[in-house]
């Protein structure tokens, strides 16, 4: 069962990602300040929850788009300047996406779902599974969900793994995929690929298709080529199930 908070709060008793970064049980703290006003107002967007006039006013100015979508969204894409807070997002929702969803009606005996990491090297990936690992710590009924801790991975008791990937589309296969966050997809390079980016997402999309799983790619701006390119391009500004985002630092 998905964790709550003690006073209840959230949709019909569920923590929502609004109460993820706003309750001082959870990350209240760290994300509940001015500064992460904009990223509040994507997310709960990008989930469907009801925004203010406020928070509104952001999410026009970051996607272009007159208000959030109607349908179900089961992409987000991100093209953020540097140290506009990418890696901490990145944290959050895969903590969101392993310890605040139930999957197990979904899943067959001895499987996990796993929300996937991927990076563009191992330094990268460990560096957001330091923001990771410190969100499930700094929360003691995060932190009871803990079942087994390695240094690429964690795994929770209720059948849900956090694990790390460097970007290799021969290393993504054969997962049960909740949820992948595509980090710094801009700058993906391979010696196995000319288009690591693209044949990653397309290796990937079968495995989440069993959970329903959301892709969040998020990427500082690099070039006009790429999947975050491509994506931007077709879809900035447009209604439909993937919303793009553009914001600077």
């Not at 703290?29 to 006039?53: E, I």
């Not at 406020?54 to 987000?76: C, D, G, K, M, Y």
């Amino acid at each position: 069962m998905a964790p709550t908070t003690g006073n209840g709060s959230g949709l019909n008793g569920v923590v929502s990602i609004n109460d993820l970064m706003t309750d001082p049980e959870l990350f209240g703290d760290q994300f509940g300040g001015k500064s992460w006003a904009t990223w509040r107002a994507l997310l709960a967007g990008f989930y469907g929850l009801p925004l203010d006039d406020q928070e509104l006013e952001l999410f026009r100015r970051i996607t272009a788009l007159p208000e959030p979508s109607h349908v179900l969204l089961f992409e987000l894409w991100l093209a953020v300047g540097r140290r506009g807070g990418k890696s901490q997002i990145a944290a959050l929702v895969a903590v969101y996406e392993a310890a605040f969803k139930d999957y197990t009606d979904r899943l067959a005996p001895g499987e996990v779902a796993t929300v996937m990491v991927i990076a563009q090297d191992r330094k990268q990936a460990r560096n957001v599974m330091r923001y990771i690992t410190g969100l499930l710590h700094s929360n003691p009924m995060l932190e009871q969900l803990i079942l087994r801790e390695q240094r690429e991975s964690i795994e929770l008791t209720n059948r849900t793994v956090i694990e790390v990937q460097s970007a290799s589309f021969r290393s993504v296969r054969g997962y049960t995929v909740a949820c992948v966050i595509a980090d710094e997809i801009a700058f993906w390079r391979s010696d196995e690929s000319a288009n690591p980016d693209k044949e990653i997402i397309n290796a990937l999309r079968p495995a989440m298709a069993t959970l329903g799983g959301k892709l969040i790619a998020l990427s500082s701006p690099y070039a006009k080529r790429g999947a975050l390119w491509d994506t931007y391009r077709r879809h900035y500004g447009k209604p439909g199930n993937i919303l793009i985002a553009q914001a600077d630092t």
